[in-house]
């Protein structure tokens, strides 16, 4: 298992950008893909955004790709999601798992750590 302490979160105007920072610490970081799904209210989690264990390979969500950026950093265990022109619908708890091995998974059972979750609100 791995533990995994994500910040950046908050309020920001439409328009605007946040990055996201997912910490993580215990098995080897660098081993496996990581992903970053977010949670809205009365909605189920989706999965935005994901990189491989060597950051070869990404993939976005429809609803955030020219938007978003996933990027991680094997010497420092984290993995960031630069987040630019942010609109309302962008609102929801994010969350960043570690798949369980080196690719991504586009499915919540691909991943078996994650963190609490950072908080994304967007307003209009």
């Known amino acids: 298992q791995v533990q995994l302490v994500e910040s950046g979160g908050g309020l920001v105007q439409a328009g605007g950008s946040l990055r996201l920072s997912c910490a993580a610490s215990g098995r080897t970081f660098s081993s496996h893909a990581m992903g970053w799904f977010r949670q809205a209210p009365g909605k189920g989690r989706e999965l935005v955004a994901a990189?491989?264990?060597?950051?070869?390979?990404?993939y976005y969500a429809d609803s955030v790709k020219g938007r978003f950026t996933i990027s991680r950093n094997n010497a420092k265990n984290t993995v960031y999601l630069q987040m630019n022109s942010l609109k309302p619908e962008d609102t929801a708890v994010y969350y960043c798992a570690t798949a369980i091995g080196g690719s991504y998974y586009y499915k919540e059972d691909g991943y078996d750590s994650w963190g609490q979750g950072t908080q994304v609100t967007v307003s209009s």
């Open positions: 990189i491989t264990w060597s950051g070869g390979s990404t």
